[in-house]
């Protein structure tokens, strides 16, 4: 009778431990820029990370980044299983290899450009205009706000540049008048400047357009279970894939171009914190 009890809880304590090791699902994390506006961001994708924890049984985290820097730190340690990039992070990721690009986030015809503003009552009328006068640029990673940019000021000197965490608060000191000029994104222009109908403001460039952002996937994802991904989301509803704002049928952006520019302006980077910043690369130094 002890033999067969002890029999009994043996297997008792064995089915536990693989009934354990059964139902432990994997995880899945998915990361957002949200620019601070963490609900308007979770709102947007809950119907993707629903979809995608029922399909491949996993539990599947929405982790927003608030603005462009922490997004790097993310991509750079691989954080993130699938990321929802914006061009310049997915240049980024890209480039170092680090991410596989997975889906377009958007045709041609939404593709975005960077725009350079100033105060309606404001004397500059062009780029040249702007020696000399302090600019707001967006963080380190943005493509709208700091590296097409850049490019477009490339050779001015100017009297200081300020950094701004979102592209609301440039329309902000902008308004303030903190600083002369800023860059952001079309798209982010016209969604945030309904939000100061006391001042108006004008547009004095207009750059060149700016690749789609990707969705990227993890090659730390196991084979198999990237090919299951893959497939959920390339057959998800198309309301789904419209509110998380990528396109499946869309053939994924060439970004070969758009990462030259990146490293034609990385030299200036050093320079973007000096007083003045004088946007030329620093001439290397002979000490033969």
């Known amino acids: 009778m002890f033999v067969r009890l002890g029999f009994l809880i043996l297997i ?11 139902i432990t699902p994997e995880k899945v ?17 809950e119907d993707f990370k629903n979809y995608v924890a029922a399909q491949t ?11 462009e820097l922490q997004a790097i730190e993310q991509i750079n340690r691989r954080q993130w299983e699938i990321v ?8 980024i990721a890209i480039d170092r290899q680090l991410y596989e690009p997975l889906f377009s986030m958007g045709e041609v015809s939404s593709r975005q450009r960077s725009l350079l503003i100033v105060r309606d009552d404001s004397s500059i009328q ?31 000197t100017l009297s200081e540049i300020r950094f701004s965490p979102t592209p609301k608060t440039i329309l902000q000191w902008l308004e303030e008048g903190s600083v002369n000029a800023g860059a952001l994104s079309e798209k982010n222009f016209e969604i945030y400047k309904r939000q100061f109908s006391q001042t108006k403001f004008r547009i004095i460039h207009t750059s060149r357009w700016i690749p789609p952002g990707l969705v990227l996937l993890s090659p730390n994802i196991e084979r198999n279970r990237a090919r299951q991904i893959r497939e959920f989301m ?25 990462i030259k520019l990146i490293k034609k302006v990385k030299p200036l980077e050093q320079r973007t914190k000096e007083k ?13």
Request: some cysteine; overall charge negative; hydrophobic content about 35%.
């Open 57 to 67: 049984k996993s539990i599947v985290e929405l982790e927003p980044a608030y603005n």
């Open 234 to 258: 390339n057959q998800a509803p198309a309301n789904m894939t419209a509110d998380s704002g990528y396109i499946p049928s869309a053939k994924v952006p060439e970004y070969k171009q758009f």
């Open 126 to 156: 062009k780029i040249s205009d702007l020696a000399n006068k302090t600019i707001a640029l967006g963080q380190t990673g943005s493509a709208a706000g700091y590296y097409i940019p850049l490019y477009d000021l490339y050779g001015l």
């Open 84 to 91: 929802f990039a914006p061009p310049g992070l997915a240049a």
């Open 12 to 22: 008792a304590i064995f089915g536990v431990g693989c009934n354990s090791s059964k």
């Open 29 to 45: 994390t998915v990361g957002v820029v949200s620019y601070g506006e963490e609900n308007v961001s979770l709102d947007k994708y």
């Open 276 to 288: 003045p910043a004088v946007l030329l690369p620093k001439t290397s130094v002979n000490t033969d």
